[in-house]
């Protein structure tokens, strides 16, 4: 009976430890954690402590054994080895699964397009709702040239580097590192193909870019810029001022003028392309790739002159002489007054 009795008790306990282990094994790497169907993403900032690691995982998950996370957190020692980033979680994860991937900093890459840049301001506002980096941050570190001199880009031309696009970027990108990617796209995008058709027209690659930023605000049809790009090229060939509007639009800052009267070409600023002869310092906007290329593959002609067509077509006439553009200038005014288009 004894015997019975001590066979029956160690039985007993081998149930409860064997029970016990595969509860244990159970916490560790069940799929406790439950997205219900949903993408879930964390964003854990630079610094950050494992109290507020908790507080950002409370916000989305319920964990229900947060002993068993800490303990689990604490051998693996993540408290002490945070990293920043942007995690996705789209299916169940365990608590040693979710630790794991926090560790590891394995993080998602998002995609961060930008295009219609006028300004810096405007580019630090686009970027700073994409990245960690604020943009205040991305403001303070283009506003002083000396973060860039050294590749050769002054405030003014500092915009030329941004060639629109949608890039991958971690999500705890720097202002730093925002600029040191960008550059590196820029000079792979200035291949030596690139800078022997920019040598070949008698300008470097910042200069076509500042061209390409006017080809592009008086285009609104991309077949149209290679054309566009040959008025000006030989506008600048003959010391002809461009007298581009859109110089004088942004010499304003005021991007809400659609009709540039007598009074806006008075303005003395670097940008109006009406007082000053050549290009302006820098680009009006960030240039498209579609308004390089058309510099750098533009259209041979004599054309001197051009001016928005009256059908409001998106398309221009061109002209050789002054007269005949005077012609088609008055109809196109003619069509704005029509409208009654007066600013």
């Avoid at 604490?74 to 926090?102: A, C, M, N, Q, W």
């Avoid at 080809?215 to 506008?235: F, M």
């Avoid at 806006?264 to 240039?287: A, E, V, W």
């Avoid at 002054?322 to 007066?342: G, Q």
């Amino acid at each position: 009976m004894k015997k019975k009795k001590l066979t029956g008790i160690a039985s007993l306990l081998l149930t409860a430890a064997f029970s016990c282990f595969t509860l244990s094994i159970w916490l560790l790497f069940a799929r406790n954690i439950r997205t219900n169907g949903e993408i879930i993403t964390l964003y854990i900032p630079e610094g950050s402590s494992y109290t507020q690691v908790l507080d950002s995982l409370k916000v989305h998950f319920t964990i229900e054994h947060p002993r068993v996370f800490n303990w689990i957190a604490e051998r693996k020692h993540y408290p002490s080895l945070i990293k920043p980033g942007r995690f996705v979680i789209d299916e169940d994860i365990s608590y040693t699964g979710l630790i794991d991937l926090l560790r590891s900093g394995e993080q998602m890459p998002v995609n961060v397009t930008f295009n219609n840049i006028r300004t810096i301001s405007d580019l630090a506002g686009k970027i700073g709702g994409q990245l960690s980096a604020d943009s205040a941050e991305l403001a303070g570190f283009f506003s002083e040239p000396e973060n860039y001199s050294e590749d050769g880009f002054t405030r003014e031309t500092i915009m030329t580097v941004f060639i629109p696009n949608t890039y991958q970027f971690f999500w705890n990108t720097s202002a730093e590192g925002f600029y040191r990617r960008m550059l590196k796209e820029y000079n792979e995008f200035w291949n030596n193909g690139r800078k022997a058709q920019a040598a070949a027209i008698g300008l470097t690659p910042p200069e076509v870019s500042v061209l390409a930023s006017i080809v592009d605000e008086e285009a609104s049809k991309t077949d149209e810029k290679p054309r566009i790009a040959g008025v000006y090229l030989n506008r600048l060939r003959r010391g002809i001022p461009l007298q581009a509007d859109p110089t004088v639009i942004f010499a304003h800052g005021d991007f809400g003028i659609t009709r540039v009267l007598k009074a806006h070409l008075q303005i003395d600023s670097p940008y109006n392309t009406y007082k000053y002869r050549g290009l302006p310092p820098g680009p009006i906007n960030s240039p498209s790739i579609s308004g390089i290329d058309a510099v750098l593959n533009a259209e041979k002609h004599d054309f001197l002159y051009f001016s928005a067509k009256p059908d409001f077509s998106g398309y221009h006439n061109f002209s050789r002489t002054l007269s005949e553009h005077n012609r088609y200038a008055a109809e196109y005014h003619r069509e704005l007054n029509r409208r009654r288009i007066f600013r």
